[in-house]
């Protein structure tokens, strides 16, 4: 099933700032070098892993609002693995290699969701490149 044009669109756009601290981490020229009037971070380290941590605490309120779906005996179990992410972050997350894990776990969480018919049938859809992009930029964009 095709994933909605809006989902998608908010998804790779939601993406690109963990892209461009990669990109930063790489060597490209902070964005005010080339533009001064667009907002900036010029430290890829720093935006990687602040941003990083935000989607991340922000997919366990996405995984949140699917446990909302669920009923019966896996209720309680559902809804505690929806809050695990924002828990990782909080306790453990000090590295660009910490968040790449994260979204690894994250993933694997969005395909439990799905194959308990929890997600939209278009989630996988989406997550599955969005997880392949993410997490290229945390390998090849980490800092040195």
């Known amino acids: 099933m095709n994933t909605p044009r809006i ?4 998804a790779i756009a939601g993406a690109l700032p963990l892209v461009y601290a990669a990109l930063l981490n790489m060597g490209l020229p902070p964005i005010s070098e080339l533009q001064p009037w667009l907002p900036y971070w010029d430290d890829g380290a720093g935006l990687m892993l602040v941003y990083g941590q935000i989607i991340l605490v922000f997919m366990a309120g996405v995984l949140w609002g699917f446990a909302t779906l669920a009923t019966g005996r896996l209720t309680l179990l559902v809804y505690v693995l929806s809050i695990a ?5 909080f306790f453990y997350v ?3 290699q910490d ?11 969005d395909l ?4 308990l018919r929890l997600t939209p049938p278009w989630w996988l859809g989406l997550r599955l490149p969005l997880t392949g992009i993410v997490c290229g930029a945390l390998w090849f964009g980490a800092p040195m």
């Open 112 to 115: 439990a969701f799905w194959r």
């Open 85 to 89: 992410p924002a828990l990782y972050v």
């Open 99 to 109: 968040l790449l894990y994260g979204f690894i776990a994250v993933f694997l969480l």
């Open 94 to 96: 000090q590295t660009s």
């Open 7 to 10: 989902p998608l669109f908010l």
